[in-house]
């Protein structure tokens, strides 16, 4: 059986035609079943899953109230410290760690709404890369078609809820990170404002730009999770004092009135006619005409490539000094580059992203919304090293972020909803608001959700 | 571009002995290629005038 719905989930539950133990028992039937090809998980919990599920079960026959995700199957990308557990961020180099002594505050949070946590999910090494090729812990494969990546760094979690593993999952943003492996897996995914969610228990990659969320099969689930999610903690500097600002209920609302552009130039040149394709079905099913320009966003972007290279590199330096050979050969030798830079471009960069953050406002006094493709292309084939874009040969690791990375950069909230291409591919489109207006993001997935054009690809049955 | 064509092995050399970080010849003339392609990234923000009071974007809360 397939991951349900958070809201079939409750409702056969309320029903009682099903018990949150038996929701979690399916859950890992299927992924002892089928993630042998897909690799999306890197450890299991069980025992935690059935006493979290009993707890439910418990409650439910004692007549007390459940939580909003009570007896939801979910799983975490491996950067979230889970009680019990070695938080290993995709890397050999951690696993040698002492387990974690108590869970992420996000799953604190879930658990209190009673959702069932199955396991950690693989990733790029440290979260540096789009493609969940991990030399150490496999490769995770694209559940629509497994000789393509899953996208990355959170491939693992976007693979999990597109194989119908789990209902739910979290994963992180630095450069893309949660929209590229939406994009590529179809399904829904959030990121939101920077500060918006607590990274607390998580493992930093690049402090000034790493976000938090979730991925979903639907945009109402998204919704109801990142609701789950919201909250201050003094435990994450970045995380806002503003106050909890919930979506699910408005998310039927529709985009009457919302101001909606597409983004052109830099956003369609490296993008191809799929990518392209896509930007515009949804543009034309949300109204959007207008077509803008953020200004600089190949400079954007090249700033978010130049902090990220300076601050993973200087993270990581004692150990990259001291353990070299059990770095992920796939980023190692970018992480000694990085540590190496010259502190001159970090601080321009940032200078310039300050910038950057003041253009894209001028560009939000005039929109509400603006949609981009969230890849350059559909995925990209295992192993593939470069490929082809309008003409151009890039390389394949670095240039999956292209459209991503100049909207991190500036910690805008996005949400990306699974479109297909002409001939059923899944590939996303960027939903993008203002700062803090994580409900217009949410908005316009669930509208393009009701027009029939953004669906998630869950793969019913996965053969080996 | 060959490692010996960016010039920056002289660069790597020397903040190879800063920190410490000994590079086999290898794994040396990878972080050249990979500090080549930051370089040119670099240059697209370096090239880009700001106003002298624009800050950096990370703020420090005591």
């Not at chain 1, 949804?282 to 966003?297: H, I, Q």
């Amino acid at each position: 059986m397939q991951a349900l719905s958070i809201g079939a989930c409750a409702r056969a539950l309320a029903a009682g035609t099903v018990s949150a133990t038996e929701l979690a028992d399916a859950a890992l039937d299927r992924i002892a079943a089928q993630d042998g090809p897909i690799r999306s998980f890197t450890a299991v919990t069980p025992e935690r899953a059935r006493a979290q599920a009993l707890a439910v079960d418990t409650a439910r026959a004692g007549g007390e109230a459940l939580g909003p995700l009570a007896g939801v199957p979910y799983a975490v990308k491996n950067l979230f410290d889970i009680e019990g557990v070695t938080t290993l961020a995709g890397a050999k180099l951690l696993e040698g760690n002492p387990p974690a002594t108590a869970d992420a505050t996000l799953i604190q949070r879930l658990s209190q709404a009673g959702a069932v946590l199955v396991g950690a999910l693989n990733m790029d090494a440290y979260a540096y890369g789009f493609t969940t090729e991990n030399t150490r812990y496999g490769t995770t494969r694209n559940p629509s078609d497994t000789t393509r990546v899953a996208g990355g760094s959170s491939g693992g979690s976007a693979a999990a809820v597109a194989a119908g593993f789990v209902s739910f999952s979290l994963g992180s943003d630095t450069n893309g990170s949660i929209r590229v492996p939406s994009s590529f897996c179809g399904v829904f995914g959030l990121k939101p404002t920077f500060g918006r969610l607590t990274r607390a228990g998580a493992y930093p990659f690049v402090p000034s730009l790493d976000h938090v969320g979730p991925f979903a099969g639907s945009a109402e689930d998204l919704a109801l999770v990142y609701d789950m999610l919201q909250g201050p903690d003094a435990r994450d500097p970045h995380c806002t004092r503003r106050p909890v600002a919930l979506t699910a209920s408005g998310t039927d609302a529709g985009v009457r009135g919302l101001r909606i552009a597409v983004l052109g130039g830099y956003f369609e040149q490296w993008a191809d006619a799929d990518a392209r394709a896509a930007a515009a079905h949804a543009a034309r099913a949300l109204g959007a005409t207008d077509v803008v320009t953020l200004p600089e966003a190949e400079r954007a972007r090249a700033a978010a490539f130049v902090i990220t290279a300076s601050e993973s590199g200087a993270f990581y330096l004692d150990r990259l000094r001291e353990r070299a050979e059990e770095f992920e050969p796939l980023s190692r030798e970018r992480l000694i580059a990085g540590a190496m830079l010259p502190a001159a471009w970090y601080l321009k960069a940032q200078r310039f992203r300050r910038w950057f953050q003041q253009a894209a406002a001028r560009v939000f006094e005039n929109y509400d919304l603006l949609i981009a493709p969230a890849t350059p292309c559909t995925a990209t084939l295992v192993g593939a090293e470069t490929m082809k874009l309008n003409g151009v040969t890039v390389p394949v690791r670095p240039s999956i972020g292209l459209l991503t990375q100049p909207i991190s950069f500036i910690g805008l909230p996005v949400a990306t909803a699974p479109l297909r291409t002409e001939d059923g591919r899944p590939i996303g489109v960027q939903l993008i608001a203002a700062p803090w207006r994580e409900d217009v993001c949410l908005r316009a997935a669930r509208a393009l959700e009701h027009a029939g054009i953004a669906r998630a690809a869950i793969v019913p049955e996965l053969t080996a | 571009v060959s490692p010996d064509e960016t010039g920056l092995g002289p660069y790597v050399d020397a903040m190879s002995a800063v920190h410490d970080l000994p590079l086999t010849s290898a794994r040396r003339d990878e972080v050249i290629v990979q500090l080549a392609r930051i370089r040119a990234l670099a240059a697209l923000v370096n090239d880009f005038e700001l106003d002298d009071h624009l800050e950096p974007a990370p703020q420090f809360i005591p």
